[in-house]
């Protein structure tokens, strides 16, 4: 086997058949430039369009620095880059979308930045997305969602550049749904963020919708949060508290002026109660749903076939 590269660049695809090619000329140039070692690992998160094809073509010409990984069904672009680490050989991983909207050109300014201050790593921040508004929106609300719920830094991208320890310690996470900025943090507060470009779309619609990134949230919370127990605590808590004072409101119109407590008072408080009894049983299933899809051992990607 040849020596470890210096750089391993992972690039998760899905259905990017038109800018795979012209996105490993120009992190080839990139690296060329540097003079520095590289390998580019490609993960085809079962693309629907002819990718893996245009991936095996560009590892039968450079067979040296290209490593070809397909899924045997679409796990999400988080689960299919953490794939790609247990592939990755070099001593620096860097992280970057299949769709050209942020140039390789601006890998050099997260390694600038690695080299000056040894961080464990560092994240390229968009001035301004090129999106639609709902996207941004979207992913808005994902990234105020996890500064609030777990107090991240709230400011992350997909476009990382990561120490070689980080990585081996985020591998240890076997479980189906992966979130790595979540887990990178677990690890390390040294993060650093530099500012980089960021493109209009040049080939392909995104793979992200509002709804999609609704969902992420959603499993974000139920996955790397207590948020939903503690709910149920204080909320019960509260809810408690207000039926007992409006219970002794009633028993003191009864006992001292008499009035008829009537059948309204009665269903309001059932129904009340139930709708919050239902909703609690709701959450509690949603995390017992997850623990059994951990315990079951349910893989966070499966490999079909390694180039």
């Not at 590269?5 to 060329?32: C, G, H, M, T, W």
């Not at 500012?195 to 995104?206: A, D, G, I, N």
Request: proline share 4%; with cysteine.
């Amino acid at each position: 086997m040849s020596a470890p590269p210096k750089f391993s660049i992972i690039v998760p695809v899905f259905n990017s058949r038109d800018s795979l090619r012209e996105l490993f000329s120009d992190i080839r140039e990139v690296f060329d430039r540097m003079n520095s070692t590289f390998e580019v690992i490609f993960v085809d998160d079962c693309s629907r369009d002819d990718s893996w094809e245009v991936i095996s073509t560009l590892k039968s010409e450079y067979q040296d620095v290209i490593k070809g990984i397909r899924l045997s069904k679409n796990f999400g672009q988080h689960n299919a880059t953490f794939c790609g680490m247990t592939f990755a050989r070099g001593e620096l991983i860097l992280t970057i979308d299949d769709d050209l909207q942020v140039p390789p050109g601006e890998i050099p300014k997260l390694i600038e930045v690695r080299e000056e201050t040894g961080c464990d790593l560092v994240y390229g921040l968009y001035h301004r997305k090129k999106h639609s508004g709902i996207r941004n929106a979207g992913s808005k609300s994902l990234k105020s969602g996890a500064k609030a719920l777990h107090g991240s830094p709230g400011e992350g991208s997909s476009f990382r550049l990561i120490q070689s320890d980080l990585v081996k310690q985020v591998l240890q996470h076997r479980q189906n749904f992966i979130f790595l900025d979540e887990i990178f943090h677990w690890y390390t507060d040294d993060i650093r963020f530099v500012e980089v470009t960021h493109l209009p779309r040049k080939y392909k619609q995104s793979g992200y919708s509002f709804g999609k990134l609704v969902k992420l949230l959603a499993n974000l919370v139920l996955y790397y949060t207590m948020l939903p127990l503690k709910f149920l605590v204080y909320g019960g808590f509260l809810v408690s508290l207000i039926t007992f004072i409006i219970g002794l409101q009633f028993i003191i119109k009864k006992l001292v002026y008499d009035v008829p407590l009537g059948y309204t008072s009665l269903i309001v408080a059932v129904l009340f109660s139930t709708s919050i009894i239902l909703f609690s049983l709701g959450v509690l299933g949603e995390y017992l749903s997850r623990i059994y899809q951990i315990h079951n051992r349910k893989p966070p990607y499966s490999i079909k076939k390694v180039i």
